[in-house]
């Protein structure tokens, strides 16, 4: 039986990982760092979040953007000591683009929210040791587009914030999001493109996200692959956005992807994001959660990625 499309590209990625583990072993012994975006836990206490990541064997949290406004947010002495009592570092902060704060906006009060809400994070980004900062051209559950003006709007707003990020050594990193959930930039040749056009030393980096490649790339691993240098995160769930290992996603590839990309080097992340199917999962920020329900979700992840990653290496 021959091998359909996918089982052949997949092949070759697994040729080149195979030669250039064979040249270099020594660049193929450090494991990928993984994370936790911990948005997805709504209205959960950062303690409870912690004690939960901690335990599942992570030494790293991405943290919800959640200073929508002076008065809102993680304080930075207490998140640091909630993550010191857990042995958690910041691997970076996921920023939270919608039409109240939309870089691409019509509306010229809407991207000023968005430029003062980067501004806002990156300080703190900065104050608690992330690494990175995830940027939305535009509003995530806005699928439909204002006008054919987004992208320069968008564009010229994060220009004039992306300062901060160098003032304070913050990688920005672009997301691009499946075309069901936002009006521009899905794949990473669209952030390739967005990035050259910000055309900004602060901003030259990209945050991946499988379940978003699955519907906007022709291969996850390729996207990867391309991606290349400039991905600084990934996000990870599997096919039908769910738990690591229930759906058919073909982790495997992408972690031989990940590994060919130099991404197991330090300040680099891999990233669980397990939303569950929808249209528009902001919702679940400000949601109250289910532990339990949490719990396995985190474990059964975690436990997954690290055996698929342990095979990989292994075979």
């Not at 997949?10 to 990982?17: D, G, L, P, Q, Y």
């Not at 993550?83 to 704060?101: I, P, Q």
Request: charged fraction near 25%.
């Amino acid at each position: 039986m021959t091998q359909q499309v996918f089982e052949q590209r997949h092949a070759e990625i697994r040729e080149a990982f195979d030669a250039a583990r064979a040249a270099d072993p020594e660049r193929f012994s450090r494991p990928l760092d993984l994370s936790w975006s911990n948005w997805g836990f709504g209205l959960e206490p950062l303690e409870d979040s912690c004690a939960r990541l901690a335990g599942a064997g992570l030494s790293y949290i991405e943290l919800h953007g959640n200073h929508y406004g002076a008065d809102l947010g993680y304080e930075v002495d207490a998140t640091l000591g909630t993550l010191a009592r857990h042995g958690l570092a910041v691997s970076g902060v996921c920023g939270m683009f919608s039409e109240d704060n939309d870089l691409s906006s019509n509306r010229p009060v809407q991207q000023q929210e968005a430029i003062d809400y980067i501004r806002r994070e990156v300080e703190f980004t900065s104050a608690v040791g992330g690494a990175y900062l995830l940027v939305v051209p535009g509003a995530v559950g806005r699928p439909d587009a204002y006008d054919t003006s987004e992208l320069p709007r968008s564009v010229d707003a994060l220009r004039r914030a992306a300062d901060v990020f160098v003032e304070h050594g913050i990688k920005g990193a672009i997301e691009p999001i499946r075309s069901a959930e936002v009006s521009f930039v899905h794949t990473v040749d669209d952030a390739v493109a967005y990035i050259e056009a910000v055309d900004h030393p602060g901003v030259q980096h990209i945050n991946g996200d499988v379940y978003h490649m699955q519907s906007e790339e022709r291969n996850i691993a390729d996207a990867v692959l391309r991606a290349g240098d400039r991905l600084v995160n990934l996000h990870m769930a599997d096919s039908n956005r769910r738990a690591l290992g229930e759906g058919s996603m073909d982790l495997d590839a992408i972690i031989m992807a990940l590994y060919l990309i130099g991404h197991n080097q330090p300040g680099r992340f891999v990233t669980p994001e397990p939303l569950g199917p929808g249209a528009g999962p902001y919702a679940a920020r400000t949601a109250l959660p289910d532990p339990a329900r949490l719990d396995a979700l985190v474990n059964r992840t975690v436990s997954y990625f690290r055996e698929r990653e342990a095979v990989v290496l292994a075979s």
